[in-house]
């Protein structure tokens, strides 16, 4: 076997596996949230600010306006919405270089058949 290489893939597993729990934990959080994008846009290049939410319903993208009291409250619930997705995609990226590192220490850790090519590239 060899040690040195194996020692090297469980150590990356190791971290990425700390890193996986901590997306985790923030993808199970408690904050409520909308899953919207929120928008400020002006209508008219001087005039003021409005907000929307936009969201995809059945494939089509629809904006709601968000009313001047109202603004804060959407803006952390769109807001939490983004860190739970980019949260999920980097978990999925995460554990695909976990399994990788574990497919790869299985293949480290097999030995010769008997009377046989070997097994490893490595």
């Not at 220490?105 to 058949?113: D, F, H, N």
């Amino acid at each position: 076997m060899y040690l040195e290489k194996i020692s090297f893939h469980r150590k990356k597993v190791q971290i990425l596996t700390g890193k996986r729990d901590q997306l985790e934990r923030m993808a199970m959080g408690r904050s409520p949230m909308v899953a919207a994008s929120f928008m400020p846009r002006r209508l008219r290049p001087s005039g003021p600010v409005v907000y929307y939410l936009s969201a995809s319903i059945k494939g089509e993208s629809r904006h709601r306006y968000i009313r001047r009291g109202e603004v804060e409250h959407w803006r952390k619930r769109a807001y939490t919405w983004r860190r739970f997705m980019k949260a999920m995609a980097l978990w999925v990226k995460v554990n695909k270089e976990i399994e990788k590192g574990l497919r790869e220490i299985g293949r480290l850790r097999c030995e010769a058949l008997p009377g046989g090519r070997q097994v490893r590239k490595g």
